[in-house]
């Protein structure tokens, strides 16, 4: 290894393994992942919904790529805080920047900060189990929720409100997670979008997984189902537009079944203030109007929506990395084909996949051709790359070492994996996922122990 181009790829998500995927396939190519959590996986362990089971599958195929010979997972390493990106070019050739979009954007309306209310992925991280995420977080004491943004995310967070405490005892949530869900005292669940039916984002078959709910009704008022002349061609020409609104206008007519909960999907509705004493009570929406050409207008008529709860998942954005360059207009690293660029320059050894090259958009396997564009480019550049000084694969972990970063190896992984399936064994779970940092460091640590 230590005569081969080594890489250094910043983020285990699925954008950096795929990318770690294409860079593995060349023998005179090692790459280490880089992840500031001890655990990899990225968004598929903190991002996807728990009883997604069959997507969250994927880990098997992303977990070979991190047991190939030439790839390493070096856990617990924080890109400007562990190490700086200069210090990193001394022991890597190349860097590829796979980061992500870790933050919501705001809806910028009066109240919005007000208790109660919470970015989506701030709850999506409390329910999977993220390390960061506070574990009281949430008490789910609200009896009306309102979920702003009818994209997948959304879709997500009202089917895990929905559902019910045993439900979701298959899934690897944490206990707390579980026994806050269980106690949850909401009733009623307001998904809330801007536009039209036709314009929403989420894709059919998490649709329709809300009207498979055993204990939550879909209300979906029929008046808020029109088109506009685009909308029309929408439906024309788009299959998941079609198969949406032919789902959303069944549940337009089904009767409810009088379950415990109700799944309010509402459309043409633009939050324009939270209302509250102290915390959240309501949210004002202003009623829209589509005006033939896709896009809305406001009415000036308002809808008040009572909520003690408000998620916002209204779009992601990327976070700047310490020493690299950032857009802060649209929230990537710019590039040019996934070529860093500096002061309008191409940056020599440094690239960039995912959503922190292209934003937020597309699916997990959108990733793939994503990174096989910027590989490609690196590859054809490695003639050209200086070689790092410091080459020798050890040596990164000793800088690391001194200065006290425990770095959590693919084997500290394994005994963390290891100690999730335990716990899930002795309460009858397939997996329970440990929430906290130093739990997780200290299951890691075993495997240095053994």
């Given at each position: 290894?230590?005569?081969?181009?080594?890489?250094?790829?910043?983020?285990?998500?699925?954008?950096?393994?795929?990318?770690?995927?294409?860079?593995?396939?060349?023998?005179?190519?090692?790459?280490?992942?880089?992840?500031?959590?001890?655990?990899?996986?990225?968004?598929?362990?903190?991002?996807?919904?728990?009883?997604?089971?069959?997507?969250?599958?994927?880990?098997?195929?992303?977990?070979?790529?991190?047991?190939?010979?030439?790839?390493?997972?070096?856990?617990?390493?924080?890109?400007?805080?562990?190490?700086?990106?200069?210090?990193?070019?001394?022991?890597?050739?190349?860097?590829?920047?796979?980061?992500?979009?870790?933050?919501?954007?705001?809806?910028?309306?009066?109240?919005?900060?007000?208790?109660?209310?919470?970015?989506?992925?701030?709850?999506?991280?409390?329910?999977?189990?993220?390390?960061?995420?506070?574990?009281?977080?949430?008490?789910?004491?609200?009896?009306?929720?309102?979920?702003?943004?009818?994209?997948?995310?959304?879709?997500?967070?009202?089917?895990?409100?929905?559902?019910?405490?045993?439900?979701?005892?298959?899934?690897?949530?944490?206990?707390?997670?579980?026994?806050?869900?269980?106690?949850?005292?909401?009733?009623?669940?307001?998904?809330?979008?801007?536009?039209?039916?036709?314009?929403?984002?989420?894709?059919?078959?998490?649709?329709?997984?809300?009207?498979?709910?055993?204990?939550?009704?879909?209300?979906?008022?029929?008046?808020?189902?029109?088109?506009?002349?685009?909308?029309?061609?929408?439906?024309?020409?788009?299959?998941?537009?079609?198969?949406?609104?032919?789902?959303?206008?069944?549940?337009?007519?089904?009767?409810?079944?009088?379950?415990?909960?109700?799944?309010?999907?509402?459309?043409?509705?633009?939050?324009?203030?939270?209302?509250?004493?102290?915390?959240?009570?309501?949210?004002?929406?202003?009623?829209?109007?589509?005006?033939?050409?896709?896009?809305?207008?406001g009415t000036g008529e308002t809808v008040t929506l009572p909520a003690q709860l408000l998620?916002?998942?209204?779009?992601?954005?990327?976070?700047?990395?310490?020493?690299?360059?950032?857009?802060?207009?649209?929230?990537?690293?710019?590039?040019?084909?996934?070529?860093?660029?500096?002061?309008?320059?191409?940056?020599?050894?440094?690239?960039?996949?995912?959503?922190?090259?292209?934003?937020?958009?597309?699916?997990?396997?959108?990733?793939?051709?994503?990174?096989?564009?910027?590989?490609?480019?690196?590859?054809?550049?490695?003639?050209?790359?200086?070689?790092?000084?410091?080459?020798?694969?050890?040596?990164?972990?000793?800088?690391?070492?001194?200065?006290?970063?425990?770095?959590?190896?693919?084997?500290?992984?394994?005994?963390?994996?290891?100690?999730?399936?335990?716990?899930?064994?002795?309460?009858?779970?397939?997996?329970?996922?440990?929430?906290?940092?130093?739990?997780?460091?200290?299951?890691?640590?075993?495997?240095?122990?053994?």
């Amino acid at each position: 290894m230590s005569g081969s181009v080594r890489v250094a790829v910043i983020g285990s998500g699925p954008s950096g393994l795929y990318a770690a995927d294409e860079l593995s396939k060349h023998d005179a190519v090692s790459v280490d992942v880089v992840d500031r959590l001890p655990c990899p996986y990225g968004l598929l362990r903190y991002g996807v919904a728990p009883d997604h089971l069959k997507m969250k599958s994927l880990e098997i195929t992303l977990r070979k790529i991190l047991e190939r010979p030439r790839v390493r997972f070096l856990g617990g390493v924080e890109l400007g805080t562990s190490i700086s990106v200069d210090e990193l070019r001394k022991y890597y050739d190349a860097m590829v920047y796979a980061t992500g979009s870790p933050v919501d954007r705001r809806l910028s309306i009066p109240g919005e900060d007000l208790p109660g209310s919470f970015s989506a992925t701030t709850f999506v991280a409390w329910y999977c189990g993220h390390p960061d995420a506070e574990v009281d977080a949430f008490t789910l004491d609200a009896r009306s929720a309102v979920v702003v943004g009818v994209g997948n995310v959304a879709v997500d967070v009202a089917r895990i409100l929905a559902k019910t405490a045993h439900e979701l005892g298959v899934t690897d949530m944490p206990d707390h997670v579980l026994k806050v869900l269980g106690a949850s005292a909401v009733s009623d669940i307001h998904i809330v979008g801007r536009r039209g039916p036709a314009q929403a984002k989420f894709t059919t078959k998490e649709l329709r997984e809300l009207g498979e709910l055993a204990n939550a009704d879909v209300v979906v008022d029929p008046a808020e189902l029109v088109l506009d002349e685009a909308g029309k061609e929408l439906v024309e020409t788009n299959k998941t537009v079609r198969r949406n609104l032919e789902t959303l206008q069944e549940w337009s007519t089904r009767s409810q079944r009088g379950r415990p909960r109700r799944i309010h999907l509402r459309f043409l509705l633009a939050p324009v203030a939270v209302l509250g004493t102290g915390r959240v009570e309501a949210v004002q929406c202003e009623r829209n109007e589509l005006d033939g050409s896709g896009g809305v207008v406001g009415t000036g008529e308002t809808v008040t929506l009572p909520a003690q709860l408000l998620l916002r998942s209204v779009g992601y954005r990327g976070l700047p990395l310490p020493g690299v360059p950032f857009d802060e207009r649209s929230g990537v690293i710019p590039h040019v084909a996934g070529r860093v660029q500096r002061n309008g320059s191409t940056a020599a050894g440094e690239y960039v996949v995912g959503w922190i090259k292209r934003g937020p958009t597309g699916v997990i396997g959108t990733n793939k051709g994503d990174a096989k564009e910027t590989v490609e480019r690196l590859l054809h550049d490695l003639d050209a790359l200086p070689r790092a000084p410091h080459r020798e694969p050890d040596m990164i972990i000793d800088r690391l070492a001194r200065q006290g970063v425990g770095v959590v190896t693919w084997a500290g992984w394994e005994a963390i994996d290891a100690a999730e399936q335990a716990l899930g064994v002795a309460a009858g779970r397939t997996r329970i996922k440990i929430a906290n940092r130093e739990a997780l460091l200290t299951a890691a640590a075993k495997a240095l122990a053994d």
